[in-house]
């Protein structure tokens, strides 16, 4: 029974693609000739290092009826949407649109979580949450750098990325990790990454509300109030 265009359209939708995107198209890499499901694909994949500059794309292949085509969002022999999401000037599709995609015209290349989410920061160079406006501390380009913990380039990083009291950058796994390792400074200019006086205050507050102060047989003594030991206040 032949589909009719609304059929065609969506068929195999989140079918196809690779552990990157659901697409349903390959790109051909003008660097080397070959064709691969997407950019990072043939990013991990090269031996020599080189990536794939995704505004250079001219081609691509539908992976419904394999015919290679310049690129487009809807495939000119069979009809189908290579990608719910699709971006002209990066040459991207993507049909998880869960993702919630956005193309940034300052960063020049397309970024997901809600275009309402983020604010570009022209200093910095990179989109930021909006929690972050007028809330960090900013860095001439600070995202066009390498994770100073994996040395991954974060500005078009798949991972998320956590933006330290100092105003670098770095994976928010990596910064988890840097924890783990009792590591509370930024790595790069070793400023610590938290308020110390806050916290320094906070764990001062912490044992004050686990240490209760009794007067016994006129001596000062405290009882702690978790395990209800008490011992007598030394002096200073």
């Known amino acids: 029974m032949e589909l009719d265009d609304a059929s065609r359209h969506g068929f195999g939708r989140m079918g196809f693609g690779c552990k990157h995107y659901r697409r349903r198209c390959r790109i051909r890499a003008p660097c080397c000739n070959d064709v691969f499901h997407c950019r990072h694909c043939h990013n991990e994949s090269t031996k020599d290092g080189h990536e ?6 001219e081609s691509v292949i539908c992976l419904v009826c394999d015919t290679e085509q310049p690129v487009a969002q809807v495939c000119y022999n069979c009809g189908v949407c290579m990608g719910e999401y699709f971006c002209s000037a990066c040459k991207f599709f993507d049909d998880d649109v869960d993702r919630e995609h956005f193309h940034c015209q300052d ?18 160079g990179s989109c930021y949450s909006v929690s972050l406006r007028d809330k960090h501390c900013c860095i001439e380009n ?29 994976h928010l796994q990596c910064f988890h990790e840097m924890l783990k390792h009792d590591k509370f400074s930024c790595p790069i200019c070793s400023m610590p990454i938290f308020d110390m006086d806050k916290f320094l205050r906070a764990l001062d507050a912490e044992i004050e509300a686990n240490m209760l102060h009794i007067d016994y047989m006129g001596k ?10 008490a011992a007598p206040v030394l002096p200073a």
């Open 142 to 170: 600070s995202m066009k750098n390498n994770c100073p913990i994996c040395y991954e380039y974060l500005f078009d990083s798949l991972r998320e990325t956590s933006v330290l009291r100092c105003g670098h950058t770095m």
């Open 220 to 229: 000062g003594w405290i009882v702690c109030n978790d395990c209800r030991v």
């Open 107 to 124: 960063c020049g290349i397309c970024r997901v979580g809600g275009k309402d989410n983020f604010f570009h920061c022209e200093k910095c």
């Open 52 to 57: 794939l500059d995704r505004h250079a794309v």
